[in-house]
């Protein structure tokens, strides 16, 4: 297999939460989605911070095992302010070691404009262990940037047409 860049192997599309998201639901969207962590974006939807698991079970361990407390606390309160970031355009390999140095199971691709940042794709883990994994190129030819997806207007549709 040819060396890989990130964004032959990174997902487009990054699952958020609120500042305001309590504590326990965005618990419940890492575990229902099977996420490892979340984009904690603030009212204008400027990207402020990650809540993993991570700092989910140390929230835990700050509070003892008083639920009341968990209860009270938001996405903001116990996340991490600092994004772990890569360019799309260097060696999966070399983000790998970045997220191994970071101690961090994903790392993100964030668009900066205007003062803003939003986050616009992942790598995660299990895309390294998947491209590893591979037994030929068309095993992984539904990753990255590359990768077919839906249109945006068809995902604009599937989320709002119900609300």
Not at 10 to 28: F, K, N, S, Y
Not at 61 to 69: A, I, K, W
Request: one cysteine or more; hydrophobic letters at 45%.
């Amino acid at each position: 297999m040819t060396t890989k860049l990130v964004r032959d192997l990174m997902h487009i599309g990054v699952a958020t939460c609120q500042v305001d998201t309590p504590l326990v639901e965005a618990v419940r969207t890492l575990l229902r989605e099977n996420l490892e962590s979340l984009i904690v974006l603030d009212g204008n939807s400027h990207a402020v911070g990650m809540f993993s698991r991570r700092e989910a079970v140390a929230a835990f361990g700050r509070s003892g095992v008083d639920t009341q407390d968990l209860e009270v606390l938001t996405a903001a309160d116990v996340m991490r302010p600092d994004i772990p970031e890569v360019p799309p355009d260097i060696p999966a390999t070399a983000a790998a070691q970045i997220m191994l140095d970071r101690g961090v199971r994903e790392i993100y691709l964030l668009h900066h404009g205007s003062g803003f940042s939003w986050p616009a794709a992942v790598l995660r883990f299990e895309d390294v262990l998947r491209y590893m994994a591979a037994e030929s190129e068309s095993e992984v030819e539904d990753m990255g940037a590359g990768a077919p997806r839906q249109s945006p207007i068809d995902a604009f549709m599937e989320r709002y047409s119900n609300a």
